[in-house]
C-alpha cells in the first residue's frame, strides 16, 4: 500500500470508529432485570421529511425494506450530520469519495486494519489517536521525509513495522506538556 494511503487509512480507521464508540457511551446496556427499550415503528420513505430524504438518499431504494431498528440507527446518524459543521460534512464527503474509489483488495486491507484497530485496548487506541494527529500536525516536509523513508521500504519491511513498531515509533516525541508520568 503506498505511503500516501497510510495516513488515509489511519483516518479512516478513526473515523469509523468515532460513530461506534459514541453509539456505545449514547446507548448503555439497560440493568439487569429491566427490559430492553421498545421496538421503533418502521418509517416509510414516504413518512421522512424533505431534510431526512435528502441526507439518506443513496438508501432510497433501499429504506422500506430495512428492519425498524436499521431505519432508526439510520435517522440517528442523519440527525448528527445535520449538526455537524460543514467543514466535518465536507472532510467525511472527501473520506466516502476516497472509499468508493478504492480498489477491492485495498477496502480489504482497510477493513482488516480497522479490526487491527477495533482490537487494540483503549489505551493503544488513544497512543495510536495521538500519533496520527502529530504526524498530521508535521511540517509538510518532514511528514514528506517520514513518507519518502517509508517508500522505500520493501513490502517485508513495511510489515514488520506494522507489525511491531508502536503508535509512537517513527515519530516526533509527544510535545513537552504530554510525556507520561515517569518519563524524562
Same mark, same amino acid.
Do not use: C, Y
Given at each position: 500500500?503506498?505511503? /500516501?494511503?497510510?495516513?488515509?487509512? $489511519?483516518?479512516?480507521? $478513526?473515523?469509523?470508529?468515532?460513530?461506534?464508540?459514541?453509539?456505545?457511551?449514547?446507548?448503555?446496556?439497560?440493568?439487569?432485570?429491566?427490559?430492553?427499550?421498545?421496538?421503533?415503528?418502521?418509517?416509510?420513505?414516504?413518512?421522512?421529511?424533505?431534510?431526512?430524504?435528502?441526507?439518506?438518499?443513496?438508501?432510497?431504494?433501499?429504506?422500506?425494506?430495512?428492519?425498524?431498528?436499521?431505519?432508526?440507527?439510520?435517522?440517528?446518524?442523519?440527525?448528527?450530520?445535520?449538526?455537524?459543521?460543514?467543514?466535518? /460534512?465536507?472532510?467525511?464527503?472527501? /473520506?466516502?469519495?476516497?472509499?468508493?474509489?478504492?480498489?477491492?483488495?485495498?477496502?480489504?486491507?482497510?477493513?482488516?486494519?480497522?479490526?487491527?484497530?477495533?482490537?487494540?485496548?483503549?489505551?493503544?487506541?488513544?497512543?495510536?489517536?495521538?500519533?496520527?494527529?502529530?504526524? /498530521?500536525?508535521?511540517?509538510?516536509?518532514?511528514?514528506?521525509? $517520514?513518507?519518502?523513508?517509508?517508500?522505500?521500504?520493501?513490502?517485508?519491511?513495511?510489515?514488520?513495522?506494522?507489525?511491531?513498531?508502536?503508535?509512537?515509533?517513527?515519530?516526533?516525541?509527544?510535545?513537552?506538556?504530554?510525556?507520561?508520568?515517569?518519563?524524562?
Amino acid at each position: 500500500m503506498p505511503m /500516501r494511503r497510510v495516513p488515509l487509512v $489511519l483516518a479512516l480507521l $478513526l473515523a469509523l470508529a468515532a460513530p461506534h464508540a459514541a453509539m456505545a457511551q449514547d446507548r448503555p446496556a439497560p440493568p439487569p432485570g429491566q427490559a430492553e427499550p421498545p421496538m421503533p415503528a418502521p418509517r416509510p420513505w414516504s413518512a421522512l421529511s424533505a431534510d431526512e430524504k435528502d441526507i439518506l438518499a443513496p438508501l432510497a431504494h433501499d429504506w422500506d425494506t430495512f428492519p425498524p431498528q436499521r431505519q432508526s440507527k439510520m435517522l440517528d446518524k442523519a440527525q448528527r450530520w445535520r449538526s455537524l459543521p460543514p467543514e466535518r /460534512r465536507a472532510e467525511i464527503r472527501e /473520506r466516502i469519495e476516497r472509499w468508493q474509489h478504492m480498489t477491492p483488495e485495498e477496502r480489504a486491507e482497510a477493513r482488516r486494519n480497522r479490526q487491527k484497530f477495533q482490537d487494540l485496548s483503549p489505551e493503544q487506541r488513544a497512543k495510536l489517536h495521538d500519533a496520527f494527529e502529530r504526524f /498530521r500536525n508535521l511540517p509538510p516536509a518532514q511528514r514528506q521525509a $517520514l513518507m519518502d523513508r517509508w517508500q522505500s521500504q520493501t513490502p517485508e519491511q513495511r510489515r514488520d513495522a506494522v507489525d511491531h513498531l508502536g503508535p509512537n515509533d517513527a515519530l516526533p516525541p509527544p510535545p513537552e506538556g504530554d510525556k507520561p508520568p515517569g518519563r524524562p
